[in-house]
């Protein structure tokens, strides 16, 4: 399979993503493809929790949310990006506020002008398959041992994986209010509703 058998032959006009990189990062395209998607259908989240944590200047949660971005940016290939965001990752951990001012404002309009330019993945949606229930409990098993242990890495594998599936209508809600708390860092939150839902 190639970008022309895939339908994302437009992906050679977004200049700032190097196909190749993603795709030997990700192993296949299957699997390049969903974190195609999981960057387009989460970015306009992660800027916004981002300057949250900015204004808040609460600069320990602000590299926890950074870390993502930069994760985000790397498995799809676009280079520059992920360099922009581990620097400005760093410069949370260091709390090298001006750093960080003189450049995130940058940082996110090019991180949000990536998301916009991956639109069309919106036509390449198939109907999603149903999550069988074995693999919905071992969602919630993982999400809560990542939980424990605050594995911020972990949870965003397992809630962009159930993204690719057709939730049972009584755990969609769920699922997005356990997004929402992940974004915010509220591990408490987390686990209290994980340990509801079991």
Same mark, same amino acid.
């Given at each position: 399979?190639?970008?022309?058998?895939?339908?994302?032959?437009?992906?050679? +006009?977004?200049?700032?993503?190097? *196909?190749?990189?993603?795709?030997?990062?990700?192993?296949?395209?299957?699997?390049?493809?969903?974190?195609?998607?999981?960057?387009? *259908?989460?970015?306009? +989240?992660?800027?916004?929790?981002?300057?949250?944590?900015?204004?808040?200047?609460?600069?320990?949660?602000?590299?926890?949310?950074?870390?993502?971005?930069?994760? $985000? $940016?790397? &498995?799809?290939?676009? %280079? +520059?990006?992920?360099?922009?965001?581990?620097?400005?990752?760093?410069?949370?951990?260091?709390?090298?506020?001006?750093?960080?001012?003189?450049?995130?404002?940058?940082?996110?309009?090019?991180?949000?002008?990536?998301?916009?330019?991956? $639109?069309?993945? %919106?036509?390449? !949606?198939? %109907?999603?398959?149903?999550?069988?229930?074995?693999?919905?409990?071992?969602?919630?098993? *993982?999400?809560?041992? $990542?939980?424990?242990? !605050?594995?911020?890495?972990?949870?965003?594998?397992?809630?962009?994986?159930?993204?690719?599936?057709?939730?049972?209508?009584?755990? *969609?809600?769920?699922?997005?209010?356990?997004?929402?708390?992940?974004?915010? &860092?509220?591990?408490?939150?987390?686990?209290?509703?994980?340990?509801?839902?079991?």
């Amino acid at each position: 399979m190639g970008l022309e058998d895939s339908g994302l032959l437009w992906l050679k +006009d977004v200049d700032s993503i190097n *196909t190749e990189v993603g795709l030997n990062t990700c192993g296949d395209w299957d699997s390049y493809i969903s974190a195609l998607k999981i960057f387009y *259908t989460t970015y306009e +989240d992660k800027i916004s929790e981002i300057k949250e944590q900015y204004e808040q200047e609460d600069w320990e949660t602000y590299a926890v949310r950074m870390h993502g971005m930069k994760s $985000a $940016a790397r &498995v799809i290939g676009a %280079e +520059d990006l992920f360099e922009k965001a581990r620097l400005l990752e760093m410069a949370g951990k260091e709390k090298d506020v001006s750093f960080i001012r003189n450049r995130i404002d940058g940082f996110l309009e090019d991180y949000k002008r990536l998301g916009e330019q991956l $639109a069309p993945l %919106e036509k390449n !949606e198939k %109907e999603l398959p149903p999550v069988s229930e074995d693999m919905l409990q071992d969602a919630y098993q *993982t999400l809560l041992e $990542a939980v424990d242990a !605050e594995d911020s890495d972990l949870c965003e594998i397992v809630l962009m994986e159930m993204k690719n599936y057709t939730l049972p209508e009584r755990d *969609t809600p769920v699922f997005r209010e356990l997004y929402k708390k992940y974004l915010s &860092v509220d591990w408490e939150g987390m686990r209290d509703l994980i340990c509801q839902e079991r």
